[in-house]
T-cell receptor, first 114, second 112 residues
Framework: DVKVTQSSRYLVKRTGEKVFLECVQDMDHENMFWYRQDPGLGLRLIYF???????EKGDIPEGYSVSREKKERFSLILESASTNQTSMYLCASCPIRDYPYEQYFGPGTRLTVT | QQQVKQSPQSLIVQKGGISIINCAYENTAFDYFPWYQQFPGKGPALLIA?????SEKKEGRFTISFNKSAKQFSLHIMDSQPGDSATYFCAAPKPRDTPLVFGKGTRLSVIA
């Protein structure tokens, strides 16, 4: 079974802190994605990556950056956390570039910024 | 920007009833329209997907109906059970780009 793991289930940070969210997948997938999930807004794409050292902006990249130094690992970085970044963050991976419908999600990290 | 409009936002269905969730999309050049299911405390998981060259796909109690001319597709859950209580997301690929755009989700509650 595909496994996507995220470094923390719950995280509490202070405004202005630099925050790292880590995601690891164990199935050699080329594509990886970061979403945030908010009530009433669904899943919104922050960044995605098709390959090592590649990154593409999603729909809401402002205030975030990403890093993909190894194929299995995709990190989301909040350079200076703000309260409006309090959210559930979901990482996903996908095996084939042309078939993005088959995404495998991690369990999520619920981030609270105070 | 590609949008996917999903309705209703929430749905309450009696056990044994039919749950119906609808989605409408804009232009897309790709071939698959998936539905994801998310239980509380878990990430979404692919439930079922359809290609637009067929009008219907059935897997157990779950059926996707697809209307290409109307740019709409829907999820039907037959004989709904309390274990089906979850949030359901439809999705469509963006034109000229591969990431999915998700609907805002439908919270389904199946009551006994």
């Amino acid at each position: 079974d595909v496994k996507v793991t995220q470094s923390s289930r719950y995280l509490v940070k202070r405004t202005g802190e630099k925050v790292f969210l880590e995601c690891v997948q164990d199935m050699d997938h080329e594509n990886m994605f970061w979403y945030r999930q908010d009530p009433g807004l669904g899943l919104r794409l922050i960044y995605f990556s098709y390959d090592v050292k590649m990154k593409e902006k999603g729909d809401i990249p402002e205030g975030y950056s990403v890093s993909r130094e190894k194929k299995e690992r995709f990190s989301l970085i909040l350079e200076s956390a703000s309260t409006n970044q309090t959210s559930m963050y979901l990482c996903a991976s996908c095996p084939i570039r042309d078939y993005p419908y088959e995404q495998y999600f991690g369990p999520g990290t619920r981030l609270t910024v105070t | 920007q590609q949008q996917v409009k999903q309705s209703p936002q929430s749905l309450i269905v009696q056990k044994g009833g039919i749950s119906i969730i609808n989605c409408a999309y804009e232009n897309t050049a790709f071939d698959y329209f998936p539905w994801y299911q998310q239980f509380p405390g878990k990430g979404p998981a692919l439930l079922i997907a359809i290609r637009p060259d067929v009008s219907e796909k059935k897997e157990g109690r779950f059926t996707i109906s697809f209307n290409k001319s109307a740019k709409q597709f829907s999820l039907h859950i037959m004989d709904s059970q309390p274990g089906d209580s979850a949030t359901y997301f439809c999705a469509a690929p963006k034109p000229r780009d591969t990431p999915l755009v998700f609907g805002k989700g439908t919270r389904l509650s199946v009551i006994a």
